[in-house]
Each structure stands twice: as C-alpha cells, then as structure tokens.
C-alpha cells in the first residue's frame, strides 16, 4: 500500500477513534470548516457504534432508559474502541466495563444483564452441528458406558449470575413490568444454548453446574457418576447422570455421544 494513502487512513482512523490528530490539515475547507466535516464522520461512527449496542442490549437499554444508555454507550465507545472488523464483537467487553466503571459498578445487576445479553448472542451466532438423539443413546451397550464421552453442541454458554438478570430479561422481551433488582445469596449457574432458530436458558442446580461443566471438560460418564457423588447417593448416581443426559439430548444440547 503506499506510504501517504496508509498514513492518511491511519489519521482519519485515529480522529474518528479519539477526535484528535492531524487529519484536520488534510480536510479541504469549503462551506464547511475541517472539524465540521469531520465530526460529521465522527459522530456517524459513534452513531452506528450506539445502534449496534441497542440491538445486542435491549434490556439493558429498557433498564437504563434512553438518554443514560447512551451516555453509558458513548463512554463505553471511549474506554473500548472497536477492535475488530466486525460490528458484531463490540459489545463483547460491556459486561466488563459495567462492573469496573463508575457509575455503574455500583449497580452491579448491570453488568449481568450485559452479560446474559451477550451470551444470548454469542449463542444465536455460534457454528451450527447436528445433535444426538435419546435413541441414539439408547443404542449404548451397557458395558460402554463407563467411558462414554459427550460433545455438546457449540451454541451452549455457561455462566454464574448472582442477580435477577434473566427474569429482567424476559420481562422486557413480554413487554411486562420489569422486576426490581434481586441479588441471590450465592452465584447461580445457567446454561444458554439454541435450538433451530430459538434461544432457549434454564437455571441450574449445583450438581447439574457441574456435570455440565465436566462434561464440556471432555469427562466420562464414569467420571461424572464418580464426581456426582458429592450430591447423590452411589445407588442412584447413576440414574441421575443418565436422567440428566436424557433431558439434555431432548433439549438439543448434545452433539455427539463418544465410545
């Protein structure tokens, strides 16, 4: 690329980024001075920035209302400036900024509900795969079993929420009044994931956190029985763990089943 059109990309670059730089000298000025033109790309930017937020957050906007949303996103543009190519990634670091960021951070159900939102999103736009079926687990010899192993599908994201942010969410999504802001005395696990075109998340239990969690860690179901046993009895330990996988292969979680 030549040297003088690569610098000059750089400077509009940076002025859209930071509105400062050397770009203004290299701005014909006509009916309109140099920073007007400019600012008019400037706030163009920051504009389809603001759109992609909205989108992506639309609790969060309903919770925060409009003229604090984008406040909050126009801050957010400053402390995160987009890095990739692609709109789709610039929300990635809001949860972050929520939580470490004055004022926010003193709210912290913000935060969680940024990042709900965005595990919603990157569950919608994950790779597509087929999934395994109860009959297809049903097929299992016995003796296989003990070292079964199970892919899950690559839609499904895991976290801990401490806060109400799911229901928040789907108050907004009904258009029904939205809940004050509850906080749980420990961290609950959820699991998102989609099916066909849907999203679909349900809250989870201890030992259902961490059989999932073992199972995305590549363990076997004898593994998992053996672990499990924590929270259920060795009689039963087994039954539950295949409960859960039943469950799970109906829901469209599991991609694969593994000898």
């Not at 179901?221 to 859960?244: K, M």
């Amino acid at each position: 690329m030549d040297t003088t059109l690569n610098k000059l990309q750089g400077d509009f670059q940076r002025y859209l980024l930071t509105l400062d730089g050397p770009m203004a000298k290299e701005v014909v000025s006509d009916a309109l001075d140099a920073q007007t033109r400019l600012g008019i790309y400037a706030d163009a930017y920051r504009l389809r920035l603001l759109e992609a937020l909205q989108t992506d957050f639309v609790a969060l906007r309903a919770v925060l209302g409009d003229d604090e949303f984008d406040a909050m996103g126009r801050a957010y543009i400053d402390a995160y400036p987009s890095q990739h190519y692609s709109i789709r990634h610039f929300g990635r670091n809001l949860s972050r900024f929520l939580a470490e960021t004055d004022p926010y951070r003193a709210t912290p159900v913000l935060a969680e509900i940024a990042r709900f939102e965005w595990a919603m999103t990157d569950a919608f736009d994950a790779q597509d795969a087929t999934v395994a079926t109860v009959a297809d687990m049903a097929a299992v010899a016995p003796g296989a079993w003990p070292s079964l192993r199970f892919g899950l599908h690559p839609s499904l994201q895991r976290i801990e929420l401490q806060w109400n942010a799911p229901p928040i969410w789907k108050a907004v999504d009904e258009n029904t009044d939205i809940p004050e802001p509850q906080q749980a005395e420990y961290p609950i696990g959820w699991m998102l994931w989609r099916n066909e075109f849907k999203i679909y998340f349900r809250s989870l239990s201890v030992d259902q956190a961490w059989m999932l969690d073992q199972l995305l860690t590549g363990a076997t179901f004898s593994e998992v029985c053996e672990g499990l046993t924590e929270w259920i009895d060795a009689q039963h330990v087994a039954a539950h763990a295949a409960g859960l996988l039943k469950q799970w292969l109906e829901d469209g979680l599991i991609a694969t089943i593994d000898y």
